[in-house]
């Protein structure tokens, strides 16, 4: 299987800008994707932050499997760390997302009220690419502030954001330079967090039917009627059967084939699924103890 590696040049650019302007924030927000924690943490920006407080936000949890998300964020937090799921395309999420914003910086805010300062906080807004950075920034402003997109890449500048009593910086998405573990890279490949152009969607869109065969066969039975016991490759098959992708002589068109199933995971017509479990998360530091 052909090795994931993704980091474009403006990715470095990237880091050196955030290691600068690192300094004007009072914390960090990070968000992750909630399918798959463990893979969308880029441990290399922790360091970026230089001991400001974090915020662990996991957003899309309304594409992710429920009880996982449930289970990981109580974990993360017995851990120690201050961690909120969201769906930051749904406005309901706006608030609790605000609270946790607001207790994580709530002592420096006594501090200030105590000294009759008054000025907004400021927030940097981190994270790899596609995990909906600037779609958070926007759900915090109330409208259309932040560039955003169903894409890995869109934002290539840092953008200043004022929503309310934060000011908020939009940062562009940073791999790690290296993807040391393949199987997180293949998830970030099949969640959309990796530019499809550098992928072989072939060797990626089996892979993903070999996972989803062993956690979530059920899935792939209701949307394909590709049923237990096939190899990824027959399940491909029933993925073009199903969605009528035929070349001419009746072949089935694999390639299509290979891009609606990932764009039926990507919006979450196959239900809501979650790669990344304990053991995942906890070896990316995520959970302690």
């Known amino acids: 299987m052909k090795t994931i590696q993704w980091y474009p040049g403006h990715m470095a650019k990237a880091m050196r800008m ?22 969308s943490f880029n441990a290399k920006l922790l360091p970026l ?39 930051a395309v749904s406005p309901s999420s706006a608030r609790p997302l605000k609270a946790a914003m607001n207790e994580l910086v709530g002592e420096k805010i006594a501090r200030m009220r105590e000294k009759g300062i008054k000025k907004p906080l400021r927030f940097m807004v981190a994270g790899i690419p596609n995990t909906g950075k600037s ?9 259309r502030k932040a560039q955003a997109g169903d894409k890995a ?21 940073t791999m790690p330079p290296a993807c040391e573990d ?17 992928l072989a969607l072939d060797e990626i869109a089996l892979a993903l039917l070999e996972e989803l065969q062993k956690t979530y066969p059920a899935a792939l039975a209701e949307r394909y009627s590709a049923g237990e016991g096939l190899t990824p ?5 029933c993925v ?3 969605r009528g992708l035929l070349l001419r002589g009746g072949e089935y068109d694999y390639e299509r084939g290979e891009r609606a199933l990932l764009d039926d995971l990507r919006k979450g017509r196959l239900g ?18």
């Open 18 to 39: 955030m290691e600068e302007n690192v300094k004007l924030c009072d914390a960090v927000v990070f968000v992750l994707d909630a399918r798959c924690v463990a893979a």
């Open 233 to 237: 490759a027959e399940a491909l098959d």
């Open 153 to 173: 890449g869109v934002t290539r500048a840092k953008q200043w954001v004022k929503c309310g009593g934060f000011e908020l910086l939009d940062t562009p998405g």
């Open 240 to 242: 073009c059967k199903k």
């Open 135 to 143: 779609t958070v920034i926007n759900l915090l402003a109330g409208e």
């Open 182 to 198: 393949q199987t997180l890279a293949r998830r970030l490949a099949y969640v959309g967090s990796i530019n499809d152009d550098i």
């Open 272 to 289: 809501r699924i979650s790669f990344d479990g304990e053991e995942e998360v906890r070896a990316a530091g995520l959970i302690r103890g």
């Open 49 to 87: 932050t230089g001991g400001r407080p974090v915020l662990y936000a996991l957003n899309k949890s309304d594409l992710a499997d429920p009880a996982r998300t449930i289970f990981l964020l109580a974990k993360m937090k017995e851990s120690g760390l201050r961690a909120v799921s969201l769906n």
